[in-house]
């Protein structure tokens, strides 16, 4: 049967719009049949996804972008448990860690079932206002309340399974998948989670206090930030890439959900460790030749 590929592009860059067409010529070879969402079936001329996965299933997603685009790819899967590979054609590439230059033999690879998945747990927010549910928000890397631009302090109360935690000033407070805990987490101070740990941490951003350290809490738990402060502009962002104006008093509690996560695709042979060296240059020493590995 005829394998069929959900193709995700950031086609505001030229060379991921060059390599979508690269692989399109080898899909015809290869006899992959690729589908895209509307945008990108409307710039690239494949045939649109019908998301109505029960009929038009796919075998996996191939995104062309770097870790922002992976992690749009990422909001739109969410509900349809497609798994996602990423080729890097952007910065970091932490999450699209796919080489370009080899992105048909990678394909290949999973195309023969070489590769494992990855379940990533990702963040539910609930953010209540006045009593009532507003906003309900998911986000693979993280959900932070922040600040606006002028450089002032914001108050986030903050509670762990409703007990009172404390009262942060703070620039803001993010709040972390172990995906996102490479990311802005990092920054800030926090904890590596590898993608199997089954946690989220808490890490507040750039706190006026000497006590505050980044707090990890487990699957079960639950984390509420209540901005106190009687200022205007305080944000919540999703994944950095979406954001909604908060009200003092809103409360947005935030756990692992439990109805949603990401499949990721991982090369038999790419390991997570590996990744941590190479892209955030952790120690850049390898096994030197002639020692002993153990
Ligand atoms: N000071 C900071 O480090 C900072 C500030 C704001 C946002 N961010 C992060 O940026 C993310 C959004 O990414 P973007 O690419 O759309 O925005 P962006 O272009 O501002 O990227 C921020 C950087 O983070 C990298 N990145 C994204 N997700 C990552 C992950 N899970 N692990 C390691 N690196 C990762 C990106 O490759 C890029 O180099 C947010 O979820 C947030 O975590 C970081
Ligand atoms: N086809 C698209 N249409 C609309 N928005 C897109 C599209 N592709 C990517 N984006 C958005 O663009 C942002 C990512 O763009 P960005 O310039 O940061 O590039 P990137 O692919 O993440 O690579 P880089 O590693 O260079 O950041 C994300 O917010 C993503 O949602």
């Given amino acids: ?29 290869r006899g992959v049949s690729f589908v895209a969402p509307s945008h990108e079936s409307a710039m690239l001329g494949l045939p649109e996804y019908d998301w109505n996965i029960s009929i038009n299933p796919v075998d996996f ?13 990422a909001r739109m899967v969410m509900d349809y448990e497609i798994p996602l590979y990423g080729i890097n054609v952007g910065r970091l590439g932490f999450l699209a860690t796919g080489n370009p230059q080899m992105a ?27 009593g009532s549910l507003v906003h309900v928000l998911y ?42 805990s490479t990311a802005y987490a990092l920054s800030a101070g926090g904890p590596i989670l590898p ?19 980044p707090l990890v809490l487990g699957p079960d738990d639950m984390i509420s930030l209540i901005p106190k402060s009687d200022q205007k502009e305080i944000y919540l962002t999703q994944d ?6 908060l009200m003092v008093k809103d409360r947005i ?28 240059q952790w120690g850049n020493v390898s096994i030197r030749q002639g020692e002993e590995e153990w």
Avoid at 105 to 117: A, D, M, P, T, V
Avoid at 158 to 171: C, I, T
Avoid at 240 to 245: D, T, V
Wanted: with cysteine; hydrophobic share 40%; net charge positive.
């Fill in 104 to 130: 048909e033999e990678e394909i290949e690879r999973i195309l023969s079932g070489g590769y494992r998945i990855q379940r990533r747990r990702v963040l539910r927010g609930n953010v209540t206002r006045k």
């Fill in 1 to 29: 049967m005829e394998n069929r590929v959900l193709l995700i592009v950031n086609t505001r860059k030229p060379t991921a719009l060059e390599l979508a067409y690269k692989l399109m010529g080898w899909s015809k070879k």
């Fill in 253 to 280: 509690d935030i756990s692992l959900a439990k109805d949603k996560n990401v499949l990721t695709v991982e090369l038999l042979e790419d390991n997570y460790f590996d990744l941590l060296r190479e892209k955030l």
């Fill in 61 to 73: 997603g191939i995104v062309l972008g770097g870790d922002g685009t992976f992690l749009r790819a």
């Fill in 139 to 180: 986000a693979l890397n993280d959900l932070v309340v922040t600040k606006g631009p002028l450089a002032r302090l914001i108050e986030v109360e903050s509670r762990v399974n409703d007990y009172f935690l404390s009262l942060f000033p703070a620039d803001g407070i993010i709040v972390s998948t172990p995906t996102g």
């Fill in 195 to 213: 993608p199997h740990v089954d946690a989220m941490v808490m890490v507040p951003i750039c706190p006026h206090t000497l006590y505050a350290r």
């Fill in 240 to 245: 950095g890439q979406l954001g909604y104006e």
